[in-house]
T-cell receptor, first 117, second 116 residues
Framework: GDSVTQMEGPVTLSEEAFLTINCTYTATGYPSLFWYVQYPGEGLQLLLK?????DKGSNKGFEATYRKETTSFHLEKGSVQVSDSAVYFC????????????????FGQGTTLQVKP | EAGVAQSPRYKIIEKRQSVAFWCNPISGHATLYWYQQILGQGPKLLIQ????????DSQLPKDRFSAERLKGVDSTLKIQPAKLEDSAVYLC??????????????FGQGTRLTVV
């Protein structure tokens, strides 16, 4: 079945360091890909998304590119801040036609990011 | 715009007791989801509704879990009887059906259940 695998955490970085969180997926058809973030004490929030191959999602300085050839959707940020400390989830929605229209999200296990001043 | 509302925020029960969680989605969102998030894991879909009909309940443990969305708006998830392994955060989410496409899912803050 469809699945998402994320790099193990926690990831600890100093402020202004470069961030990469790896995410790979297994899916049939044409899934849509997402990164969700969960700040301490808050609910899950959509960070960025990409619905087809080679699309780049971006938001708040974070970026991820949908790579169908490597089945990856790695999250990157050039300079992290203490306020970026959170749990990051990679996810997909299955789709046979590129619409990502089933709505159902399949999540990775999450990666905790801790940024120190 | 009000977000997805869930209650209660926290619940502690003994095993074999029953418990119910409530969710009110964003106004106008026809699709509603219940997810279970066990500590250290990603959320797992339990059930998906489209209006008041079930779209996917393949991972719902139907011997003890039930969910309903009678009027196509708010929803209740029930566990009866609870087991220790049901300790988790139960997340409700909703999305808008825009033509034939579903928009992104918006999540509530969740209900943290502890079964002792």
């Amino acid at each position: 079945g469809d699945s998402v695998t994320q790099m193990e955490g926690p990831v600890t970085l100093s402020e202004e360091a470069f961030l990469t969180i790896n995410c790979t997926y297994t899916a049939t058809g044409y899934p849509s890909l997402f990164w969700y973030v969960q700040y301490p004490g808050e609910g899950l929030q959509l960070l960025l998304k990409a619905t087809k191959a080679d699309d780049k999602g971006s938001n708040k300085g974070f970026e991820a590119t949908y790579r169908k050839e490597t089945t990856s959707f790695h999250l990157e940020k050039g300079s992290v801040q203490v306020s970026d400390s959170a749990v990051y989830f990679c996810a997909l929605t299955p789709g046979q036609d590129g619409s990502g229209n089933t709505g159902k999200l399949i999540f990775g296990q999450g990666t905790t990011l801790q940024v120190k001043p | 715009e009000a977000g997805v509302a869930q209650s209660p925020r926290y619940k502690i029960i003994e095993k074999r007791q029953s418990v119910a969680f409530w969710c009110n989605p964003i106004s106008g969102h026809a699709t509603l989801y219940w997810y279970q998030q066990i500590l250290g894991q990603g959320p797992k879909l339990l059930i998906q509704f489209q209006n008041n009909g079930v779209v996917d309940d393949s991972q719902l443990p139907k011997d003890r879990f039930s969910a309903e969305r009678l009027k196509g708006v708010d929803s209740t998830l029930k566990i009866q009887p609870a087991k220790l392994e049901d300790s988790a955060v139960y997340l409700c989410a909703s999305s808008l059906l825009w033509g034939l496409r579903l928009t992104e899912a918006f999540f509530g803050q969740g209900t943290r259940l502890t079964v002792v």
